[in-house]
């Protein structure tokens, strides 16, 4: 009814809510968390993903 009060939605019900409307389009994890041998977690990953080919002889 129009002069009713919403109830508060809980997370769940919102997820749905927002899903129903627009889909899923995202996905749960990103892909860093997918590929978990891409990267060691070292301070130096990005330099080494990084070195010119010369540097490595």
Known sequence: MP???RK???SSEQRR???EI???VLPETTSDER???RRTGLPDD???ENRPPH???
Do not use: I, L, M
Request: negative net charge; aromatic residues 14%; hydrophobic residues 15%.
């Open 22 to 24: 627009f889909g899923d």
């Open 17 to 19: 809510r927002v899903d």
């Open 8 to 10: 508060p939605q809980t």
């Open 3 to 5: 002069g009713e009060p």
């Open 46 to 48: 990005w330099y080494r």
């Open 35 to 37: 590929d978990p041998e």
């Open 55 to 57: 540097h490595d002889r």
